[in-house]
T-cell receptor, first 110, second 111 residues
Framework: GNSVTQMEGPVTLSEEAFLTINCTYT??????LFWYVQYPGEGLQLLLK?????DKGSNKGFEATYRKETTSFHLEKGSVQVSDSAVYFC?????????FGTGTSLTVIP | ETGVTQTPRHLVMGMTNKKSLKCEQH?????MYWYKQSAKKPLELMFV???????ENNSVPSRFSPECPNSSHLFLHLHTLQPEDSALYLC??????????FGPGTRLTVL
């Protein structure tokens, strides 16, 4: 079956630190992969996506590369800001269903 | 993102009440979803409507009843809920395998 596993949080970093949030997946086909972000009191917003192996998704300084050989889609950012504090969800699509990880809470302190 | 709207944003109800949550998408998508988000638990898919066909999570209690009258509107009818049903209920839509777009959610509290 399909599933997504992401690293447990919470993660606390100082401003300008490097961020990695690990995500691995299990899929029966060739899914698209996503990272979503949820700010307090809001719904999930798409952060980036990749639709096939070796694709790199990027947005707002965040990047993730679709690695079929390691079944991974790790999220990275070179220099985090306080405004990046949120919960991050890794997800895959197998239409019509989506499968989400449990979320990783990130807090960035000044 | 205003492509998916949800009303109400907050709802407090007693266990004997009947209420409905509403979701509307303005994106021309062909699939809509209800999710339940509880504290410290994974996002739980409750129902999927794809091209007007319903797919459901069999673990969802019958006190939750979805309705999808057309491709733009989705309702979640609630009756005789329990306190453990208190959560954030999120609606989303997508076009096939493409990105899901989420509404802001309805924060439900069951007393």
């Amino acid at each position: 079956g399909n599933s997504v596993t992401q690293m447990e949080g919470p993660v606390t970093l100082s401003e300008e630190a490097f961020l990695t949030i690990n995500c691995t997946y299990t899929a029966t086909g060739y899914p698209s992969l996503f990272w979503y972000v949820q700010y307090p009191g809001e719904g999930l917003q798409l952060l980036l996506k990749a639709t096939k192996a070796d694709d790199k998704g990027s947005n707002k300084g965040f990047e993730a590369t679709y690695r079929k050989e390691t079944t991974s889609f790790h999220l990275e950012k070179g220099s985090v800001q306080v405004s990046d504090s949120a919960v991050y969800f890794c997800a895959l699509s197998d239409p019509p269903q989506f499968y989400f990880g449990t979320g990783t809470s990130l807090t960035v302190i000044p | 993102e205003t492509g998916v709207t949800q009303t109400p944003r907050h709802l407090v109800m007693g266990m004997t009440n009947k209420k409905s949550l509403k979701c509307e998408q303005h994106l021309g998508h062909n699939a809509m979803y209800w999710y339940k988000q509880s504290a410290k638990k994974p996002l739980e898919l409750m129902f999927v409507y794809s091209l007007e066909e319903r797919v459901e999570n069999n673990s969802v209690p019958s006190r939750f009843s979805p309705e999808c009258p057309n491709s733009s509107h989705l309702f979640l009818h609630l009756h005789t809920l329990q306190p453990e049903d208190s959560a954030l209920y999120l609606c989303a839509s997508s076009q096939g395998k493409d990105t899901q777009y989420f509404g802001p959610g309805t924060r439900l509290t069951v007393l």
